[in-house]
């Protein structure tokens, strides 16, 4: 993974409300949450919460599916995974710590 990637996907992230939503939807786990809980449980406007989404689709960390009339959000646990893997892989390594 570049570094690159990451950089963007932790931008994302290094948004309070943009991590807050992404928080949500971790603890949530694999079966997502409608878009309308996110909204009642965060407090955030749907306008501003669409914005939201769409940044943290865009650079992977989520995903929607639409079930029916519903669309729900989900957390990319494998992106997840890489993104914090990318940053504790090289761990201490020549740096003549740890």
Same mark, same amino acid.
């Given at each position: ?25 971790v603890k949530a786990g694999r ?7 996110? &909204? @009642? =449980?965060? #407090?955030?406007?749907?306008?501003t919460l669409s914005h939201h ?5 865009? $650079? +992977?960390?989520?995903? &929607? @599916? =639409?079930? #029916? ?14 993104? $914090? +893997?990318?940053?504790v892989s090289e761990c201490c ?6």
């Amino acid at each position: 993974m570049s570094i690159e990637i990451t950089a963007k996907r932790l931008e994302a992230l290094g948004n309070s409300s943009r991590l807050e939503i992404f928080r949500l939807l971790v603890k949530a786990g694999r079966d997502g949450v409608p878009v309308g809980t996110v &909204q @009642e =449980r965060t #407090g955030i406007a749907r306008s501003t919460l669409s914005h939201h989404l769409h940044r943290l689709i865009a $650079v +992977g960390l989520v995903t &929607q @599916e =639409r079930q #029916g009339t519903v669309l729900i959000c989900r957390a990319d646990y494998d992106v997840m995974d890489e993104t $914090v +893997g990318f940053l504790v892989s090289e761990c201490c390594i020549g740096t003549g710590g740890r």
